[in-house]
Nanobody, 126 residues
Framework: QVQLVESGGGSVQAGGSLRLSCGVF????????MGWFRQAPGKEREAVAA????????YYVDSLKDRFTISQDSAKNTVYLQMNSLKPDDSAVYSC???????????????????WGQGTQVTVSS
């Protein structure tokens, strides 16, 4: 069993930055895909970014890749999402998700992930 725990959310003014963390606990695969997703009220969950942990390849939604950066610290079993130049439209609950194996081309598929964290709220005020 794998447990994911997010942290780092909060409230920030437009233009500010936040760094989200996703810690992996329990039975940790040697290689896996970790994705970050977000869901705003009344909207569907959408992919933000993903990283192949153990390989290093990163994937981004085109509209966010200039402001968001995903990274990993293998020694800490933690994946980060650095978010810069935040906008009110970035406000959402951000969740990390894990699936076995490399991310590959369908990394953005919500249903392809095996485990999810509880989510952390990000609120950006104008």
């Amino acid at each position: 069993q794998v447990q994911l725990v997010e942290s780092g959310g909060g409230s920030v003014q437009a233009g500010g930055s936040l760094r989200l963390s996703c810690g992996v606990f329990g039975y940790i695969p040697s290689s896996y895909c970790m994705g970050w997703f977000r869901q705003a009220p009344g909207k569907e969950r959408e992919a933000v970014a993903a990283i192949s942990v153990g390989g290093g390849s990163t994937y981004y939604v085109d509209s966010l890749k200039d402001r968001f950066t995903i990274s990993q610290d293998s020694a800490k079993n933690t994946v980060y999402l650095q978010m810069n130049s935040l906008k009110p439209d970035d406000s959402a609950v951000y969740s990390c998700a894990l699936r076995y194996g490399w991310c590959r081309n369908n990394w953005y598929s919500v249903t392809s992930y095996n485990y999810w964290g509880q989510g952390t709220q990000v609120t950006v005020s104008s």
